[in-house]
């Protein structure tokens, strides 16, 4: 039975896959993963797999809607407080740090391999030291994700900030351009796809970081918090439903930099259809 509407579901999505237009595209991964939570639910039903092993999506759906409040609040102290400050904080500091490299050969020489090094680290050895330092409020978890998300955002922006080429900043030079005009009308514009690579890349590592840090102190609200308590209750149900709301915060995160991505950059190759 599983195999059949596996079959089923897969032959209407290849067939939908072959077709143009903007519907095909956003309706194809969307029958493809509800095929995926309907094997689930019936793999757990047929085979009475133990809620304990795996709970059904059914269960973390009714466990979602019977605790909203909790999640909204574990939500509110990860994402908002822990992720998203780091985010802005480490991003913001990256881009600043990449100019002046960009003005410094020193900092080039001397900072990017101290860089290269830290973002190397463990988390799970930097998230104990960060919350020892800034406490076991959101403070600690935006300390870690702006150490995550900081080097990423940085070599990129370094990399972008050399992508205009030198016939480019000559003839900025013959129209008499100080640096810092070639900076924000040539160079910034052009390091922007660059850049917009290394934001997407820290959303990701933002929630994880902010999650990953809470298991190491945290007051009784939180992401990470929330699944550790639950793992010694065996509510997986919770942890499942956890699991969903960063998921779901996560690619909604991505999406909005993605779709930033496209307005500032609608003049890039990479945004033409």
């Known amino acids: 039975m599983i195999l059949a509407v596996w079959l089923l579901a897969w032959s209407?999505?290849?067939?939908?896959a072959t077709l143009d237009g903007t519907?095909?595209?956003?309706?194809?991964?969307?029958?493809?993963?509800?095929?995926?939570?309907?094997l689930w639910q019936m793999a757990v039903r047929l085979y009475d797999i133990s809620p304990v092993i795996l709970p059904a999506?059914?269960?973390?759906?009714?466990?979602?809607?019977?605790?909203?409040?909790?999640?909204?609040a574990?939500?509110?102290q990860t994402f908002?407080?822990?992720?998203?400050s780091g985010y802005v904080i480490g991003c913001g500091a990256a881009v600043v740090t990449a100019v002046l490299i960009d003005r410094s050969p020193f900092l080039q020489r001397g900072l990017l391999p101290v860089g290269n090094f830290v973002a190397a680290l463990p988390i799970v050895g930097i998230a104990p030291i960060m919350v020892m330092w800034f406490g076991f409020d959101w403070h600690s978890k935006a300390a870690v994700v702006v150490v995550m998300v900081f080097f990423p955002v940085l070599v990129n922006m370094v990399a972008g900030l050399k992508a205009s080429d030198s016939m480019q900043r000559d003839l900025m030079a013959t129209y008499g351009a100080s640096y810092w005009q070639t900076l924000v009308k040539l160079r910034l514009p052009a390091a922007l796809p660059f850049l917009f690579n290394g934001l997407k890349i820290a959303t990701t590592l933002a929630l994880i970081?902010?999650?990953?840090?809470e298991f190491f102190g945290s007051p009784i609200v939180g992401m990470g918090f929330r699944i550790t308590a639950e793992i010694g209750r065996l509510g997986l149900d919770m942890i499942w439903a956890e699991i969903a709301v960063a998921a779901l915060a996560g690619s909604a995160f991505y999406g909005l930099v993605a779709w930033?991505?496209?307005?500032?950059?609608?003049?890039?190759?990479s945004q033409r259809k």
């Open 80 to 84: 908002v407080k822990g992720a998203l």
């Open 209 to 213: 970081g902010a999650i990953v840090a």
């Open 23 to 38: 519907w095909p595209r956003k309706v194809v991964p969307a029958i493809f993963g509800l095929t995926l939570l309907v």
């Open 12 to 16: 209407f999505n290849a067939s939908l």
């Open 260 to 269: 930033i991505e496209a307005r500032m950059t609608f003049w890039h190759p």
């Open 74 to 76: 574990d939500f509110v």
């Open 57 to 72: 999506p059914s269960d973390i759906g009714l466990r979602i809607l019977s605790s909203l409040p909790v999640l909204w």
